[in-house]
C-alpha cells in the first residue's frame, strides 16, 4: 500500500468512521505561566474562551509545542479553552480534521499533501520541525547501506512519516523500498526495539529521542535523515482553510500560544524535561536531557511553516508515483499568521529582545 493510498483511504473513511486511535484528555490543568510570556497576552477579565480540539499524534519530543503550550496555561491566557487529544499517527489525524472532530492537529507535512490531494483543504499554519531527524538504526551486521539488502525495516505506521523518510533515505543511496529493503508497521518503540533485538527486523526508523532505548537493545546508528540536506516539514500545525477564513482571531491565537511555549521549552529546560517525561513516560535523566537537546535548537524562534519543506514532500511523492502529476503546495503553507506576529513584534516581547 502506497502512501498516499493509505492516507486518501484514511481521510475518505474518516466521513463515515470515526477516527482511530486513542483520544482523549491531555491531563489535568495547565500550570502558570511564566512572568515573560504572561505579559505579552492578557484577555479582558471574565471574557469567554473558545472552545476547539487539537490533536498531537507521537509520543516524540517533536511534540513538545503543543504539550507545552498547553501545560504552560498559554492557550488559556490567550483566550482559548482547549481539549488536548492524543490521535496516533498523522494520516488518522488529519482524517480526524476531515470529519471535523479536531480543528487543528500538530503533524507531518506527509499527512496535509495527501489529505489534500483528496480535497480536504488542509493547510500548514506554523513550523517546528522543518528538518528531517529521524533515525534509521540497524542490527551490528548492517553496516553499510547495501547490506540493507533484502532486510526488512520496521516503521510506525505505513504512510507517516518515518516511512516516507526512509524512503527518502533509500533513494539516496539507490535502493527502494519494497524492492530492495521490506517495510513492517510496529506502532510503538517498545515494540520495535523488540523487533530489532529479536532480529524480526533488521533495521529501525525512530525519532532522535528513541536512539538511546535502540543503542541499548544492540542497534547502531546506520543513517540521520537530517544529513541528506534538504528541508522537509516534519512536523508543524495544519488545520483547514475554511477554519483560518472563519476564524482568524482564533488561528492567531493559537499561533501566540505555541510560540510562548516554544519559547518556554527553550529558556524552562527543567520545566520542558517535566512536561516531556509526563507525555512520554520516560524519568530516566539521560533520556530525558537526550529528548531536550534533540529539540532545542531546533524549533524556530519564529515557527513558520516551510514552503520549500512542503515542496520536498511533494517531489517525493511525484517520484514514487503517488501523486496524480504536479503538485502544487503553495495553498498548503499558510505562513502569515507567524509572519504577523513576527513583524508586530510579539515574538521579539516574548523573547525579551
Known amino acids: 500500500m502506497t502512501h498516499l493510498r493509505t492516507a486518501l483511504r484514511a481521510a475518505a473513511a474518516a466521513l463515515t468512521l470515526a477516527a482511530c486511535g486513542s483520544a482523549g484528555s491531555a491531563g489535568p490543568a495547565p500550570t502558570t505561566p511564566s512572568t515573560s510570556t504572561a505579559a505579552a497576552a492578557k484577555p479582558s477579565a471574565g471574557a469567554s474562551r473558545q472552545a476547539l480540539s487539537l490533536a ?74 522543518n528538518e528531517p531527524l529521524f533515525v534509521l538504526m540497524t542490527t551490528a551486521d548492517v553496516t553499510k547501506p547495501e547490506d540493507l539488502k533484502g532486510k526488512t525495516v520496521a516503521v510506525t505506521k505505513i504512510g507517516s512519516s ?87 482571531d482564533v488561528v492567531t491565537a493559537v499561533a501566540k500560544s ?18 516531556m517525561g509526563k507525555y512520554i513516560k520516560i524519568d530516566d535523566p539521560a533520556a530525558l536531557d537526550l529528548n531536550y537537546n534533540a529539540y532545542v535548537d531546533v524549533f524556530p524562534r ?19 508515483g503517488q501523486a496524480p502529476g504536479s503538485v502544487d503546495v503553495s495553498t498548503m503553507v499558510d505562513a502569515s499568521f507567524v509572519k504577523r506576529l513576527d513583524d508586530s513584534g510579539f515574538i521579539s516581547q516574548v523573547y525579551g529582545v
Open 162 to 248: 518515518d516511512e516516507f523518510l526512509l524512503r527518502e533515505t533509500l533513494a539516496h543511496w539507490g535502493l527502494k523500498l519494497n524492492t530492495d529493503v521490506k517495510v513492517t508497521a510496529v506502532s510503538t518503540i517498545q515494540g520495535r526495539v523488540a523487533a530489532l533485538s529479536q532480529r524480526q527486523a533488521q533495521g529501525v526508523m525512530v525519532g532522535t529521542t528513541d536512539e538511546l532505548a535502540v543503542r541499548q537493545a544492540g542497534g547502531h546508528v546506520l543513517a540521520r535523515t537530517a544529513d541528506l540536506g534538504i528541508q522537509y516539514q516534519a512536523a508543524g500545525l495544519a488545520t483547514t482553510r475554511d477554519f483560518v477564513q472563519a476564524h482568524p
Open 258 to 275: 505555541f510560540v510562548q511555549g516554544v519559547h518556554r521549552y527553550k529558556t524552562d529546560k527543567a520545566f520542558a524535561q517535566q512536561i
Open 302 to 320: 519564529v515557527p513558520a511553516p516551510s514552503l520549500e519543506g512542503m515542496r520536498e514532500v511533494a517531489k517525493e511523492l511525484e517520484s514514487e
Open 56 to 129: 498531537w499524534v507521537s509520543a516524540t519530543s517533536s511534540q513538545s509545542p503543543a504539550w507545552m503550550a498547553y501545560e504552560g496555561g498559554y492557550f488559556r491566557e490567550n483566550g482559548l479553552d482547549v481539549k488536548l487529544e492524543y490521535i496516533q499517527a498523522s494520516p488518522t489525524a488529519a482524517a480526524a480534521m476531515v470529519k471535523g472532530d479536531v480543528q487543528f492537529v500538530q503533524m507531518a507535512g506527509p499527512a496535509v499533501v495527501a489529505a489534500d490531494q483528496g480535497g480536504a483543504n488542509q493547510v500548514m499554519v506554523m513550523g517546528f520541525v
